[in-house]
């Protein structure tokens, strides 16, 4: 009894002590990103009753996860408050949780404290004790320590979208419930009807996490419906209809109208970025880019060198039940009920982090030194979040030699400690503002120093961004209206004003600049803030990536593109003296092609119901349709007449 007290009173001592240190590190490196701050922007038209859209009037879906932008603009309307503070807050708390979710996992898994709280099947490495033999004896004296969520809180990436404004925090919080329902669920006999229900409902939800989640929830689901039904008057087969009900109305039901609303199938993010093209290499550095300067194989190593140890241990204590044959044997039926087990749980969570990782790398990583491969590394450590120390009976001074085995994983969880001290106190990337050459930056750094604030996090804090604070000057000064282009030298904007005559009002203003977050949270709702790289601009989104191009910024439309879009004076010396008139004019025929008038009209046209089904059709092909950047090569791709065609020789 007083070692399973001690047992329990270490478990929630780990879990205070990491949580306290992660909520701690991450204020101390407190902000909002760029990329936050467009969440805030689409907040903002939600509570202006615009709808779920970037600019007024065009329906584009510019943030990846559907459930955080929601998430976020509940607790905004709900609370009043500011946004930046609110999303502060939320992404913080979403942080802290997942960290709980994991080790409450973790512990489920060990057969320790967390499930000393209910009665479970024991470890996962025996299914053939109960709670009341040898396994509950050797939870009992177990003590259960933070491993694997201390290797992740040590990396400072971690701890910078601990906050960012960004969903960081969102998914591996959704990674953790899940992985703590899942062991829960493989750890009960007789599953209740609405713990099943309401963890597949959680399982469905992965696609709006964000997209590449769903490869987990589809696993997860797929291992629940293959498993054996619960006991229940349903039929098998009608139970794994409610099943997938259950997990497909939400996620099924938005993307009827994701299609419907935006005309795509995915958000407008993957196709700027082109998430389904290939950049291998790439991808290989920004890998080491995040496990080289904090050595992180070498926590990996010694972790798995701990969980296997600590599953050894699980089973030589409860090797008093030996397997028969039949057992053994892996038939059709041995598999399904495998699949209800927490061995195929950690199967689950340590595939998908594999899988996931090879995506990354496939696609090029990132540029948010990291940033995206955070939930990976969480996926791989949730089985080792906390590992059993099976203390020998009689304390420290009864440990012989047959007792190797806690020394090792002892030695091993000292190491693991020692290795987060150096890892929280590395800087990985040292350019400051200067982006090398792998395109990969340390963001909150570079904003820290670019805007001269220890903690940027509201969009003021972001007017001493070079040329922000210029531009919201420039809008003022302009009441008639105009495109606000960037200089070549990064320094001023040049204004194209509109044709006369100027409507009552002004014609408005459109702001043409990469960085859409600080410029759209500094300006009204009805400035247009649009982009080259085509994330709140479809455009220059459906660009070609170009091959050499920085990654996830490797797309680029020419300004002339967005003169003429944006119906502005064409002719110097109006326009910005860097332009060309003539390929404006052949920007003015490119634009002419008839399916990208489709696709441009597909988020610009009154939603109707016959523009609803038009672009629920339409998606798949919008989502594919590619244009190119030069005018010139744009007319010839169309078969368009060239205003200026070239003499024959």
Known sequence: MRSARLSRATFVGGIALTVVLFSVGAWQRRWIADDGLIVLRTVRNLLAGNGPVFNTGERVETNTSTAWTYLVWFFSWLTRARLEYVVLGVALTVSMLAIVFAMLGAARLWGGAESDLR????????????????????AGSALLLPAGVLVYIAVPPARDYATSGLESGLVICWLGLLWWQLMRWSQTERVKLPALLGLVFLAGLAPLIRPEMTLVGALALLMI??????????????????????????PMGYQ?????????????????????????????KYLWDLVGPYYLWLPLLVLLLIGVLAARSARTETADVPASAEQRRW??????????????????????????????????????????????????LLPVAVVPLRVPEGGLRAATAGHWSFAVILCALLGTAGWALFAANTTAIKTGTKISASGIVD????????????????????????????????????????????????????????????????AGHTVYFLNLGMTSMNVPLDVRVIDQMGLAYPLAAHTDRLTDGRIGHDKSLYPDWVVVDAGMVDRHPWMPWYMDEKWVTQARTAMTCPDTVALMISSRDPLTLSRFEHNLRNSLRFAKYRIDRVPKYEIERCGLVDPFPQPQR
């Open 119 to 138: 009665p479970s099947r024991g470890p996962a490495w025996s299914r053939s004790a109960t709670a009341s033999g040898p396994v509950a004896r050797a």
């Open 225 to 250: 419906f293959l498993a054996p039904m619960p006991e229940s008057r349903l039929r098998p087969i009608l139970l794994r209809a409610l099943i997938v009900a259950a997990a497909g109305l939400v």
């Open 256 to 284: 009827v109208w994701r299609m419907g609303y935006y005309g795509l199938p995915y958000p407008n993010t993957a196709v700027a970025k082109d998430a389904g093209g290939a950049k291998w290499g790439q991808g290989f």
């Open 331 to 380: 038939t059709v039926l041995r598999v399904r009920e495998w699949l209800h087990s927490p061995s195929a749980v950690v199967t689950l969570m340590l595939g998908s982090g594999f899988v996931l990782t090879v995506y990354a790398l496939r696609v090029g990583g990132d540029f948010m030194h990291g940033r995206m491969l955070l939930p990976q590394l969480f996926c791989l």
């Open 443 to 506: 963001e909150r750094v570079y904003y820290v120093l670019n805007t001269g604030h220890d903690h940027p996090i509201l969009a003021e804090d972001y007017l001493d961004y070079p040329r922000i604070r210029a531009m919201v000057n420039n809008i003022a000064e302009t009441p008639d209206g105009g495109l606000l282009l960037n200089s070549p030298s990064f320094m001023f904007w040049y204004i194209a004003p509109p044709p006369q005559p100027i409507p009552d009002g002004g």
